[in-house]
């Protein structure tokens, strides 16, 4: 059997921010090909996990290292990141005022590209890929034209994100509660976009309060993250599990649960 | 009277010989009225006391007051070739374009129309000849009760310029290009470029003004445009700076909007070491509107300086003013606005707003602003906002690729859009934006 390399390893991360620490010795693997989802309470540190990944100053890394394709991702700007596959699907994306969305992707494509020594693309081919890309998650295209996020939907937003994953083809995308906000076709059409875009040498984290999501993106394995590291995993069964009794039945077994991989 | 400072003497000294010189050929109004100015000047001198001098108290003109700038040498006339304006134009070759080479106007590098019905563009030497009436109705008329000595020394070597002259309901097919260009070939040379713009009842013109360099060299520029907005008209007023980094630029702009007439003005600094701009626009007439806005870019050690004046004379006038910077290394701002309304002028609407991105720790910008209400119906709004780039808007753009550098330039070009988009004349739109994008790397190589 050929032993796969992880697409991203994730190895006592420690992280904080100013004096206080979030993350606390957060141990992850993923391989190509696999869906993992991340539960856990609010503030238990989630999106501190993926905003650290991609490279956030605001937060400093205290110890630990992070693989990603074999590389060292925490001494990587946030830009090289992107452009080695990372990808991070924010929570919350920004309003940038004054900055259209059509140019920023494009901007965006087009460093990604050449970081690769691959074609850039003018804005009307690019449009056409923006186009096609569009329909996968049913975006709105006149949405394009406006300054990036500006007075989006809430479900616009995320599908602009998701807009922006299909162009990019990243290697490893974080989907920071993107079902949030999402009404139940909106969830279905975007879920069903980020499925299209799965190979067997990709792999997806989703983070999410909420188990529905998880029956159109299946994970392979669930993990719960709680006060700064993961306390438990398991199958799809888990995220159930969560959704029915909560978290707090796993406070009292954090210390015993094994974790990481 | 002013005591006279040496600063003034090398001004006093060039007067002479100017007026006796190849300018002596001018009508008797414009001799008598540059006497007049230099003799004003001269009581005047440079604004350089700064202490209980509320207009010039952030701005120090010591360092160029004691450089004895001189008139370039004509006989060393500078050779600029058509190929060399490229940088400092845009729009269509159609368009009228009057050129000026360190304040002497360029007949070969100009491109005027055949003379059209009802609109004149030339230079003001040939209008004292072809259209006096008007010169000497307009010529200092708005300029010339002006405090400071910079004005006055502008129109003590009045002779050539710029002259632009709409008559009633006709509207200027084009836009009007003036551009003043320095060649750097006349190190420390001063000039005094000059506009006169005059849209009659009804009328309609949009005029750029331009003012750049071929060299990074040090000189002065001292400009005064006087804009004549009478019933009815609309003009369009666009100033764009982008001289030598060592240059000094004072530039006075006078305006009177008529009743029911516009005045839509930008002013875009991106040059000089120090940059001076007194607006002053006096709403004369009910129903007229100005729109003023600004732009500057600024790093190093420039300073820039934007006074502006409104002054609403008449019932049911508007004003809106927005002023943006961008400010990095240790550069400096200043924009002091006043609002001024008249005791019969109610209903005025006046808005005023000053905002700065600050790019560096060093940098700093004023916004003074000033309200002299005399009427009791009135709206006035005034704002001001002095921020950094957004960390969380620069990682978000990061985190899709694009290098801090680049993602810099869009956040600070978005922050200038909002002025570009004023600027109801598209080729200028994409020239501004443009030179935007060019400036904003080297701001930032200054600061390092
Ligand atoms: N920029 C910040 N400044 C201060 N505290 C922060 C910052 N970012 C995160 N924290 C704190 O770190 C903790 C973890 O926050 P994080 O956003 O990672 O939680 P989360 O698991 O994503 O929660 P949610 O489910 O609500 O999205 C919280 O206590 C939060 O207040
Ligand atoms: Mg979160």
Partial sequence: ?261 | MQQQTAYETPYLEAFDAFQGGHASGDPAFIQAHRREAIERFGAQGFPTARRGNEAWKYTDVGPLARIPFQLPDPSRGALVKQGQLKTASFGSGEWPKLVFVDGTYSEELSNLPRSRNGVTICNLAEAMTRRPEVVEQHLGRLASQEENGFTALNAAFVHDGAFVHVSKDYAAEHPVLIINLSSGKHPDSVSHPRALIVAEEGAGATVVEMHASLKGSRYFTNAVTEVVVTPGATVRHYRVQRQSPHAYHIATIKAEVGRDATFDSAAVDMGASLARNNLGVTMAGEEGHAALNGLYLVGDAQHVDNEVVIDHAAPNTSSRELYKGILDGKSRSVFHGSIIVRKDAQKVNASQADKNLLLSEQAEADTKPAFWIYADDVKCGHGAANGQLDENALFYLQARGIDRASARTMLVRAFAREIVQLIDLAPLRDYVDRQVIKVIPQLQSGAA
């Fill in chain 1, 1 to 261: 059997m050929v032993l796969d390399s992880p697409v991203l390893e994730v190895r006592n991360l420690w992280a904080s921010v100013g004096d206080a620490p979030i993350l606390k010795g957060v141990n992850f693997r993923v391989m190509p090909g696999e869906v993992h989802a991340i539960m856990g309470p609010n503030g238990s540190g989630k999106s501190t996990l993926a905003n650290v990944l991609a490279g956030h100053p605001l937060y400093q890394v205290t110890e630990g290292e992070v693989l990603f394709r074999g590389e060292d991702l925490l001494s990587m700007a946030p830009e090289d990141r992107a452009r080695r596959g990372f990808f991070l699907s924010f929570q919350h994306p920004i309003e940038i005022a004054g900055v259209r969305l059509d140019q920023f992707m494009r901007a965006s494509y087009n460093a990604v590209q050449k970081s690769r020594g691959q074609e850039e693309l003018d804005a009307l081919k690019f449009d056409r890929l923006v186009k096609s890309k569009s329909k996968l998650v049913e975006l709105d295209p006149t949405l394009i034209r406006r300054s990036v996020n500006e007075g989006f939907s809430g479900g616009e937003k995320k599908r602009t994100e998701i807009l922006q994953m299909s162009i990019l083809e990243p290697t490893l995308a974080i989907l920071d509660e993107t079902d949030s906000g999402l009404d139940v076709d909106a969830l279905r059409v975007v879920a069903e976009g980020i499925n299209q875009l799965r190979t067997t040498d990709n792999a997806v984290v989703v983070i999410t309060h909420y188990q529905r999501i998880l029956e159109y993106i299946v994970p392979d394995v669930v993990n719960i993250l709680s006060n700064g590291r993961f306390v438990k995993s398991g199958r799809r069964e888990l995220a159930f599990e969560i959704e029915a009794r909560g978290y707090d039945w796993l406070q009292e077994t954090e210390d015993r649960v094994g974790v990481g991989p």
